[in-house]
């Protein structure tokens, strides 16, 4: 019913940076929250960033705050994660997810709706 595409992956230096934005078809998802997660080989998926349905809420994992930044636009359906500082830590699979309220935080059981996911590689 949902589809979300991410885009903006790839392969990068550390200390260099990407754009993810995540855009949505189907459904708006306005008035809902967003989320970023990762999930890197032979780890669990964990939490990068999320957004309220507004914009006014936001929270960051502590590994990625200071450097990574959440944004959305409503009125495209989309949501972005600008990524600054890359460490080859941050290599992964990064997923967007629609949460299920207005306010989603940390938790995946908080999203219905996830993207494909787009690869970062981010070389030492």
């Known amino acids: 019913q949902v589809q979300l595409v991410e885009s903006g992956g790839g392969l990068v230096q550390a200390g260099g940076s990407l754009r993810l934005s995540c855009a949505a078809s189907?459904?708006?998802?306005?008035?809902?929250?967003m989320g970023w997660f990762r999930q890197a080989p032979g780890k669990e998926r964990e939490f990068v960033a999320s957004?309220?349905?507004?914009?006014?809420?936001?929270y960051y994992a502590d590994s990625v705050k200071g450097r990574f930044t959440i944004s959305r636009d409503n009125a495209k359906n989309t949501v972005y994660l600008q990524m600054n500082s890359l460490k080859p830590e941050d290599t992964a699979v990064y997923y967007c997810?629609?949460?299920?309220?207005?306010?989603?935080?940390?938790?995946?059981?908080?999203?219905?709706?996830w993207g494909q996911g787009t690869q970062v590689t981010v070389s030492s």
């Open positions: 997810a629609v949460g299920n309220t207005r306010i989603s935080g940390r938790h995946p059981s908080e999203y219905d709706y």
């Open positions: 957004i309220s349905w507004t914009g006014g809420i936001i």
């Open positions: 189907g459904r708006t998802f306005g008035t809902y929250a």
